[in-house]
């Protein structure tokens, strides 16, 4: 969900709705198989890993992951079903709609996550992380697990690099170009396939039930573990609500809820 559009799908069609009004009449549905006659089904992202329809902040841009079967023989690839849309009389109208068919692999490859930001996607495909970009064109980041997070004006993108064990940090501009490396750190169990949010100005990582800060003064990544304590249960997201830092976690199946004073929650951990 945007801070405007609210999308959704069932196993054959997209639904699209204005936020605050989800009624079946004013919904704008596209049937996948009008719009492609080769759809077989959406590509299929546990919610854990990413957005399964990638929706941009504003409601702009709307970027979903579905397998065609073409002749009887189903596509190595997945291709996407890319949507420029807007609000117009209380109404989500598309004024774009396009069919992305990137050749990335010539075996069968499954979309692992998307990521929605102002500018851009990040999709990952068979471990290669890609930037899609608002034209539908796809940019190579790397081959490595990579997550980014947007601070300021900039775009900060981390990338796991395990055969040195380390974690890359890199600065981009808001559209996720120009790409500096900002430094590395070592990776550990602890950090290691974790996401990334911000936190009062912070970047800060979770895995598992650990949360730890980058610390990235003087043009250098230190990775600063925080105080856990009381957090049962893998960490789903982050989020700053004025002087209080929410934490959600999924554990044994469920889900569950957490907060923290913004004070208390940058306390390393001894």
Known sequence: MSNSVFASRTELDVFLFPVGDVSQQNATILRMRDVDPDFANF????????????????????LIPYRKIVNGIARNNPSFLFLNVALE????????SRI?????????????????????????????????????????????????????????????????NRLMVYRADINGNNRTLVGEDRLSIETLSASFGVIDGHIIGYSGNNLFRLNLSNNQVKIEMLNNEGIRGAISSIQQVGDEVFITVIREGTGGAFKKPLKDFFEILK
């Open 43 to 62: 590509e299929d992202i546990p919610f854990w890993q990413g957005e399964i329809i990638g929706l941009t902040p504003n409601g702009s841009h709307v």
């Open 89 to 96: 009389q209380g109404r989500v109208v598309i004024r774009e």
């Open 100 to 164: 992305l068919n990137e050749e990335i692999r010539d075996y069968f490859v499954d979309t692992g996550s998307i990521a929605s930001f102002g500018n851009f996607f990040l999709v990952k495909v068979e471990g290669t992380t890609f930037k899609v970009n608002f034209s539908g064109q796809f940019e190579q980041i790397s081959n490595m697990n990579t997550k980014a997070t947007v601070l300021g004006n900039q775009v900060y993108f981390m990338l796991e690099n395990r055969e040195t």
